[in-house]
């Protein structure tokens, strides 16, 4: 005896991002946070455009990444303080994500980073079907997973091999090489919104700082007033040999 099955009326589809809870209802840690996404997803972004001319990538900040169906739905969900996906488009249908939804996009983060404010245990937990590291590694299989413990000024950051996190090694600069990227990440000592403090940053391979656009701008600034003090020196020179420089 065979049924048919109406796939209208009979099956319940999975949710998408637009049916399940944007927010657990948990505050951010601490004035940092924010700020450092911000940081770090505003000096990568030239390396990004690079990287994905057809500007498919997105960036989660505080954002859910749904991984399986619970009751309630957050439960089913954890939220990386910020994670980078590659070749998925910036919106869905025309609309913002209000979370990344695996079983829907099916393209796992290729980095994810959480920003410590405890002493790192929620994040470190390895309790199957619980424990962040271990829905990391097992279920959404994020091939770089980083964690950056804010009050020691340190980060460490796992790669996936063979199905296992293993310790990313730091180069000759103490940083980690993040090789589809092109891009190291490591700590960086230094005054960002008004607050000197250690921050999380990106590094080219070459071991220069990727800046943010303020700072690209501020440089620039910079050397065009060097540029002009320079010409101001030859004004002044010629002059006082009695040539007359064309201006």
């Known amino acids: 005896m065979t049924s048919a099955t109406n796939l209208d009326t009979d099956l319940t589809p999975?949710?998408?991002?637009?049916?399940?809870?944007?927010?657990?209802?948990?505050?951010?840690?601490?004035?940092?946070?924010?700020?450092?996404?911000?940081?770090?997803?505003?000096?990568i972004q030239p390396i990004l455009q690079k990287l994905h001319a057809d500007g498919q990538y997105c960036i989660g900040q505080d954002c859910g990444i749904y991984w399986r169906i619970t009751d309630p739905p957050e439960k089913g969900a954890v939220a990386p303080d910020w994670f980078y996906v590659a070749n998925v488009?910036?919106?869905?249908?025309?609309?913002?994500?209000?979370?990344?939804?695996?079983?829907?996009?099916?393209?796992?983060?290729?980095?994810?980073?959480?920003?410590?404010?405890?002493?790192?245990?929620?994040?470190?937990d390895t309790t199957p079907w619980k424990g962040k590291?271990?829905?990391?590694?097992?279920?959404?299989?994020?091939p770089f997973y980083g964690i950056y413990e804010v009050n020691k000024a340190s980060v460490e950051v796992y790669h996936l091999i063979e199905g296992k996190y293993q310790p990313l090694p730091t180069n000759e600069r103490?940083?980690?090489?993040?090789?589809?990227?092109?891009?190291?990440?490591?700590?960086?000592?230094g005054g960002y919104q008004n607050m000197e403090l250690p921050w999380l940053r990106w590094w080219d391979l070459q071991g220069n700082l990727l800046l943010t656009g303020d700072e690209r701008a501020e440089l620039e600034r910079q050397r065009a007033e060097l540029e002009r003090q320079r010409n101001e020196i030859l004004i002044a020179q010629l002059r006082s040999l009695g040539v007359e420089p064309e201006v």
């Open 89 to 124: 488009p910036p919106l869905l249908d025309g609309q913002i994500r209000r979370s990344y939804v695996i079983w829907r996009e099916f393209i796992a983060p290729l980095i994810a980073l959480e920003f410590v404010s405890g002493d790192g245990s929620e994040e470190r």
């Open 14 to 43: 999975f949710p998408d991002h637009t049916q399940l809870p944007e927010s657990d209802g948990t505050f951010v840690k601490n004035f940092q946070e924010h700020p450092q996404s911000i940081l770090i997803t505003d000096s």
């Open 133 to 142: 590291f271990w829905i990391y590694e097992q279920v959404i299989r994020t």
């Open 174 to 189: 103490g940083h980690y090489l993040i090789h589809p990227l092109g891009v190291e990440l490591g700590i960086w000592q």
